[in-house]
């Protein structure tokens, strides 16, 4: 919605009792999320964390599921202040190259990193 634009929430109403609330208040760090990416976070906890479960449910690889699963680790943990692996991982720089996203000399290099 926000384009990965930061938004604020100015107002906030209580739709039973109608008391709203006004001042700029961020969102939480799933709500930051795409919809997409919180929708595979969804069925990642109904899932309970399997990954074959996730496997099946997408109808993608292993390497996919797992370099999803990093990126929404560094996304979050950035959001929420945590420190988290500094760069990818062996499978997600292969599954890069396996897409053509990145050159072979490009992956020979982040690997040695």
């Known amino acids: 919605m926000a384009n990965g634009e930061r938004m604020v929430?100015?107002?906030?109403?209580?739709?039973?009792?109608?008391?709203?609330?006004?001042?700029?208040?961020?969102?939480p760090a799933l709500a930051q999320l795409s919809t997409d990416?919180?929708?595979f976070i969804g069925a990642f906890v109904r899932?309970?964390?399997s990954i074959k479960e996730m496997?099946?449910?997408?109808?993608?690889?292993?390497?996919?599921?797992?370099?999803r699963l990093a990126r929404l680790s560094l996304a979050l943990g950035a959001a929420l202040g945590?420190?988290?692996?500094?760069?990818?991982?062996?499978?997600?720089?292969?599954?890069r190259l396996e897409r053509g996203d990145i050159t072979a000399q490009q992956a020979a290099e982040e690997l040695k990193r």
């Open 47 to 49: 899932s309970h964390g």
């Open 9 to 27: 929430v100015e107002r906030v109403r209580l739709a039973s009792s109608g008391v709203a609330i006004e001042g700029a208040f961020d969102l």
């Open 82 to 95: 945590v420190e988290t692996e500094p760069g990818p991982g062996r499978a997600e720089i292969l599954d």
């Open 55 to 67: 496997e099946r449910l997408f109808g993608v690889s292993y390497p996919t599921i797992k370099n």
């Open 37 to 39: 990416d919180q929708v």
